[in-house]
């Protein structure tokens, strides 16, 4: 019944408002607990923001969420039907295909049918404001240009899970702004988001619940009721400890 | 699956590597075979149709062989690399699929690089009068596409796992072994102990590619064909393919 992303995990059935479960995950490197013993869960419809300063894991927890990764110990569970999206933290294309035939390659491996296909890629390139770059080879992208490339293709397939690694990250203030309100408008239409990002602004104007690693350890995990009072900014700061971490809202 | 092999194609063909080797061994194999001629071979020189088509045959094969590791060296190490596994896996495509997808992709871009020598092929019969081995001459090319596909197999499976420097040389060892057989056959006859056995070992693991290349030859001339080295590589490719469906980087 669930998707078995690693060996570890057993059939035990997700709660029906849960999308995804993460029980006492660990993953190692050698002598390296790069995550150890994250448990959190996420609920249909949210966004839930990932903070951390860098080389805190939360790249790594997304890897082993996606299947990416073997986790060394815990397990990760979600339904095996639950359709998935992937925006990675540095969009990696193949450099020879234009825009238009990157959407076209990804659909193909999700098994699109050709008329879907066609209509959601032509959407999602106007929805990232890429339409008119779609006939030019990827090599030539902008960094921004990539980020949105990036995001359109997560969005194939309509996913109901969206893992969002830095989706901001490469874009100047209007395309920040514009993904900002892109994915609040998911948020609206109801998708379930889990965004990673080091940048505690973006977190604060589009997470219901934001949960802090340190250490590969979950630090604190806050919600929008927390965070009516004091600002994310001093709560993280409280949280991580302030000084050297470079986690400063940009 | 059709989708990362069409990719992978399209990838090879576009490279600008690809073109550049193909047109000058193209190049070199017209002017060696189609001009006047002063190859001389132990002394004696070297024309007449059918003293040229091993030596347009082995141009055909070691440039060919060259662009079958060439082409395939690279592209598994750079979906690692730029992090394109990353994509792709998370679509539920499985480890073996993609491996396999990608090792096939290669091995496409080496057969229509045989192709395209298929066109010298038919000038260099055409330019000894003889139009009418222009069929003959398509069978000796899927013949002698079988060392190529082999090669590319073979490259790309050592490229999962190795680094693309490792995987080039092994490339290159594995045909020059290949071309050599028969001569590494001698010398194994030679050895004893436990170098002799191996060399058995790594003789039954490399395809005789000279053998092969012997049998497209025999094609265009008319001699009789063994199928023994035919079957025996392709049982190797095979072999080497199969490989794909359990290897795999551990960290992707």
Redesign the interface.
């Known amino acids: 019944m669930f998707k078995a992303f690693t060996s570890m995990i057993k059939s035990v059935e997700v709660k029906a408002l849960k999308i995804l479960e993460c029980c006492g995950l660990v993953k190692t490197y050698g002598r390296t607990k790069a995550v150890d013993g994250l448990s959190f869960s996420v609920e249909k419809g949210e966004v839930l923001g990932f903070l951390g300063p860098n080389g805190a894991g939360k790249t790594t927890t997304i890897k082993m969420i996606l299947g990416l990764t073997r986790p060394s110990g815990g397990k990760v569970l979600i339904d095996r039907n639950t359709k998935t999206g992937y925006s990675p933290e540095t969009p990696y294309f193949h450099p020879f295909l234009t825009g238009h035939e990157v959407m076209r390659f990804y659909s193909r491996l999700q098994k699109l049918d050709r008329q879907t296909a066609g209509r959601q890629i032509a959407e999602l390139l106007e929805l990232v404001g890429l339409s008119g770059a779609a006939g030019i080879r990827v090599r030539n992208y902008s960094k921004g240009m990539l980020q949105r490339l990036a995001f359109a293709q997560a969005l194939l397939g309509d996913p109901e899970l969206l893992v969002l690694d830095e989706p901001t990250s490469g874009l100047d203030a209007v395309g920040r702004i514009e993904m900002l309100g892109l994915i609040g408008r998911l948020k609206r239409e109801g998708k379930t988001i889990i965004m990673n990002s080091h940048i505690l602004g973006d977190v604060e104007k589009v997470a219901d619940r934001i949960l802090i690693i340190v250490n590969g350890k979950p630090a604190g995990m806050a919600d929008r009721s927390d965070l009516a009072g004091a600002g994310l900014e001093e709560m993280f700061v409280k949280t991580v400890g302030g000084a050297g971490h470079a986690c400063a809202d940009t | 699956m059709?989708?990362?092999i069409h990719?992978t194609f399209?990838?090879r063909i576009?490279g600008k590597t690809f073109h550049v080797v193909a047109f000058i061994g193209m190049a070199i194999m017209l002017l060696v075979t189609t001009g006047d001629s002063n190859l001389m071979i132990n002394g004696r020189k070297v024309s007449g149709f059918e003293q040229m088509v091993p030596v347009a045959l082995s141009i055909t094969g070691f440039v060919s062989g060259l662009l079958a590791v060439m082409v395939s060296l690279r592209t598994i190490p750079d979906e690692f690399e730029?992090?394109?596994?990353?994509?792709?896996?998370?679509?539920g495509?499985k480890p073996w699929q993609y491996m396999f997808s990608l090792t096939v992709g290669n091995m496409l871009a080496s057969l229509f690089c045989m192709l395209s020598f298929y066109v010298s092929l038919v000038v260099f019969c055409v330019a000894y009068g003889r139009p009418g081995l222009i069929l003959p001459t398509f069978l000796c090319i899927i013949v002698m596409s079988i060392n190529s596909l082999f090669l590319s197999a073979a490259v790309s499976v050592v490229s999962i796992r190795a680094p693309v420097y490792v995987a080039g040389v092994a490339g290159i060892l594995v045909y020059a072994a290949g071309i050599l057989h028969g001569v590494l056959d001698t010398l194994a006859d030679t050895a004893q102990g436990v170098g002799a056995a191996a060399a058995r070992i790594l003789l039954f693991l490399i395809p005789d590619l000279s053998a092969v290349q012997q049998q497209a030859s025999n094609i265009l001339t008319g001699a009789p064909v063994d199928p023994g080295p035919v079957l025996a590589t392709l049982l190797l490719l095979y072999l080497v393919l199969s490989l794909t469906f359990v290897l795999f980087r551990k960290?992707?």
Not at chain 2, 82 to 91: G, I, N, P
């Open positions: 059709l989708a990362l990719n399209r990838e576009r730029r992090k394109t596994t990353h994509l792709v896996l998370v679509r495509i960290e992707v």
